[in-house]
């Protein structure tokens, strides 16, 4: 019995030791990004590089900025997630979690969102 | 260029900064080669004595700089150089600036020092900085800044550090103003007090205590042009004294007054209903909501005659769209400053000065390219003054200073336990210095870069000294404004002593707490993504040689006032009434409530400012102190006698903050409840050796108070006791 108990116990710590690889290689990746906050910071940069150098006044695509729409105007573009006329995917452009924060960063400074101005910037 | 040569430029004596203001240098700009004898050089740079950021030409010989010059060339410099700027020479050649790294040796406060290395510094710093990191993570460590022209790179450290708390001096200045008009127009506009008719201050002396080009506005629109100049303040001062009326008004009821002209004007159909109905939003709630402020019922609260605000304000409708209530530049002092800056806000939409000449105007920009660096995680901890919970309307990475002391001092919602601060001086910019003396000694480390030995520096654990402005090359700067600036800082010198750039301070620090990969650039590099996108064929070497560029084809006016215009508000149009504040659990329209007045024998603590001084920071300059080397508690007489002291009396003045010893200065001028005193004396750093311990600070006497909607500190609301000592 006791051995049967041991042999038990081992099988239990090499099933959690499994369990724990497959956890943290599969499902602890999957929610991490889906739990993990879009970086505004990371967004801005991502605009100004991959963005702006179509997206400027006599470029292109036209001057845009995030002031160019509105929260939910933003919010509806993302849901596509097209762009060029809706003839492409983001994703040939970007990454999915780098357009993930640039909707954050475009969102967060919409045309109608909170944004008061500041002393000396 | 000497003292006594200095004060006789100057004009001399306490008038010395308006009077030289108002010289020939506005109306007849100084001639370039004026001054030049041959073998000098000249070159062109921009101010730092104040946050006007002037153009000026140093006239520099063998390396030494003899005077500073206004540059002609720059249109919001109407070619004037302050007091200030010209005594920005000292900024170099004080003796007592700081001249290399210092690490301390005493107690914290003791004044003790060992010059170090500038790798002894960075290491130093370093070890303390991730010491702090490895124990109470990159949240316990807080990053203070001012702003200037480099306060991006320090910041940008302190972010990357992973800290969620960098603190600028906003809710120190005009963050209620900046709130109040964003929330009402999607943005904070400019005056255009140039050819404004009607101008209203409450407050904002800047006649006295902020000589700068728009000052000179305000000068020529008084006296060339007759605007008519209305101002309330508990004291008579010089604007009061160039004005047309003076309302000494009861402490803190401005809101009374402003809401009362808003009902005259409404009440009788004054305001511009054209305006209103394309452009404005809300406006039925609020004709419904001020019913109840009559001009009698305002005369109560503000101690102005009724009679007088029902004519200013039907006199204000009269010369709208030139006419303004001026916002002017000044910081908050009562817990209403937001809704009062908001009524004001309200009012001046309602009579259609938005974007018309004479009145209010958006700023104009000149676009600038960007460097960009590698971006950083966002910090994973939030602020630890929980701004979206106390203040959720503020700006984001301003911080609400007071309230983040207060829960620092309290260790919640984490502990803080290492202070970054670049060239700011909490010890005399917050209120309650008791306090702040209490949150330097919590930490486990300081550090401060500045140019000169502050009282803050005077407690920190390392000190790292900075170039001084004539001695950098910075960030190219843009101006906004109704005449939008690019102005360019270049070194007229080279450093005259082991002195740093912030950038390379930081990049020093940043090298030592593996950060190198986001500051991994040269300033050069900087400036020069900056300026290819200006409209010009060499565009460096264009600002090199002039120091500043302007685009033409300002002023406009106007650009905002088509139909389909859309506000950056949440509604698109000028909010009167606001939802957003609304859902935020503020008052949606300016509410009055009357302020808490002083008990019999206590005085409300007003505060002000002399042009010669920024802040606390120049009044150790030997120039401009010379215009002003103490100071003194303005008295009422009537307020003397009954305190039983004379003019030059040595009193004790204690609030519930502390107490300090001053001299008093009996003058017919200030209201018989309210003592006055100059900011910037009183210090306790040794090496501010003409203001340690000469006169007294007001932040040892201020209590912490602060604006309900932006957390700006409330300057007017301590009651102190005064006795003979």
Redesign the interface.
């Known amino acids: 019995m006791k051995e049967k108990r041991a042999l038990s116990g081992t099988t239990k710590i090499v099933m959690i030791f499994l369990g724990l690889i497959i956890y943290s290689g599969l499902v602890l990746p999957l929610a991490m990004s889906a739990g993990s ?1 879009p ?4 967004g ?2 991502y605009f ?2 991959n963005c702006k150098t179509c997206h400027t006044k006599g470029a292109v695509g036209g001057e845009i900025t995030p ?1 160019t729409r ?1 929260q939910a105007q933003w919010k509806l573009y993302f849901t596509t997630a097209k762009h060029n006329r809706r003839s492409e995917p983001l994703s040939k452009v970007m990454s999915d979690d780098q357009v993930r924060d640039v909707a954050a960063y475009l969102d967060a400074h919409a ?2 969102s ?8 | 260029m000497n003292r006594r040569r200095f004060l006789k430029f100057s004009a001399g004596g306490a008038a010395g900064a308006a009077a030289l203001a108002t010289s020939a240098a506005y109306f007849a700009p100084f001639q370039k080669k004026q001054a030049i004898a041959s073998g000098l050089q000249e070159i062109p740079t921009t101010c730092e004595m104040c946050v006007n950021k002037c153009s000026v030409i140093a006239v520099v010989n063998n390396g030494v700089i003899q005077k500073l010059n206004p540059n002609p060339e720059n249109p919001r410099s109407r070619g004037m150089v302050c007091a200030r700027g010209n005594a920005g020479l000292q900024e170099v050649y004080d003796s007592a600036r700081l001249k290399r790294p210092l690490i301390r040796v005493g107690a914290r406060g003791e004044g003790k020092w060992r010059p170090a290395t500038w790798d002894e510094a960075f290491d130093f710093a370093a070890q303390k900085l991730s010491a702090v990191k490895e124990k109470f993570g990159p949240q316990g460590s807080l990053w203070s800044s001012s702003e200037s022209f480099q306060e991006v790179f320090f910041q940008n450290l302190g972010l990357s550090f992973g800290s969620p708390n960098t603190v600028r001096h906003a809710t120190l200045c005009l963050a209620s103003v900046n709130l109040a008009y964003s929330a009402t127009f999607g943005t904070v506009p400019s005056f255009d007090l140039l050819n404004s008719k009607y101008i209203i201050m409450s407050g904002a002396n800047r006649l006295e205590s902020f000589i700068t080009p728009d000052t000179m506005d305000l000068v020529g629109s008084t006296t060339d042009r007759k605007a008519r100049l209305i101002y309330l303040d508990p004291r008579f001062t010089v604007t009061a004294s160039k004005a047309d009326e003076w309302y000494p008004i009861k402490p803190g009821t401005d809101l009374a007054f402003i809401l009362a002209m808003l009902n005259v004007i409404v009440g009788e159909n004054r305001y511009d209903k054209e305006f209103v109905a394309t452009y404005t939003t809300g406006f039925e709630q609020l004709a419904d909501h001020i019913k109840q402020y009559t001009p009698e019922w305002a005369e109560k609260e503000t101690e102005i005659p009724a009679k007088d605000i029902a004519r200013v304000a039907r006199e204000f409708s009269d010369a709208a769209p030139r006419a303004v209530y001026y916002a002017g530049r000044r910081s908050s002092w009562y817990q209403n400053d937001f809704q009062m800056r908001r009524a004001q806000a309200i009012l001046n939409a309602i009579v259609g000065n938005w974007d018309r000449q004479g009145g209010m105007v958006p700023n104009a920009h000149v676009e600038l390219g960007e460097y960009l660096f590698l971006p950083w995680d966002d910090p994973a901890a939030p602020r630890v003054d929980e701004l979206d919970k106390n203040f959720p309307l503020a700006a984001k990475g301003d911080g609400a200073y007071l309230k983040l002391r207060e829960n620092v001092l309290a260790g919640t919602p984490y502990p803080v336990k290492a202070w970054m601060i670049h060239k700011q001086d909490p010890m005399n910019a917050l209120p309650d210095q008791a306090k702040t003396i209490r949150m330097l000694g919590q930490m486990d480390f300081v550090g401060v870069i500045d140019i000169q030995m502050s009282d803050t520096a005077w407690y920190a654990d390392v000190v790292f000294p900075e170039s001084s402005y004539l001695e950098r090359q910075d960030p190219v700067g843009v101006l906004p404004g109704i005449w939008p600036v690019v102005v360019y800082r270049q070194p007229v010198i080279k450093p005259i002593h082991d002195t740093k750039t912030t950038l390379e301070i930081v990049q020093g620090l940043a090298k030592r707490l593996n950060l190198s990969q986001y500051f991994d650039y040269t300033i050069d590099q900087w400036v020069d993504a900056q300026v290819k996108t200006l409209p010009l064929d060499i565009p460096l070497e264009h600002l090199k040689k002039h120091g500043t560029y302007f685009p033409s084809g300002f002023p406009k006016y106007g650009t905002t006032l088509t139909p389909d215009h859309r506000f950056v508000t949440k509604s698109g149009k000028i909010e009167l009434f606001s939802e957003r504040l609304q859902e935020t659990n503020y008052e949606p329209l300016p509410v009055y409530h009357p302020p808490a007045q002083p008990t019999a024998g206590k005085f409300r603590l007003i505060l002000g400012r002399k042009a010669y001084f920024t802040h606390a920071n120049t009044t150790n300059n030997p120039w401009l102190n010379s215009f002003a080397p103490e100071n003194r508690l303005w008295l009422h007489p009537s307020s003397a006698q009954s305190v039983g002291v004379a003019d030059g009396d040595r009193v004790e003045v204690t609030s519930s903050a502390g107490s300090i010893r001053i001299k008093v200065a009996v003058k017919q001028e200030i209201r018989p409840d309210c003592a006055f005193m100059l900011h910037g004396f009183g210090k306790r750093s040794k090496w501010q050796r003409l203001v340690a311990d000469v006169g007294a600070s007001d932040a040892q006497l201020l209590e912490t108070s602060w604006d309900k909607v932006s957390g700006n500190a409330a300057l007017h609301e301590t009651f102190v006791k005064v006795v003979r000592v």
């Open positions: 906050k970086s505004e910071t990371k801005r940069y100004r590089q002031l509105t045309a109608d909170p944004q008061p101005e500041t002393c000396g910037k």
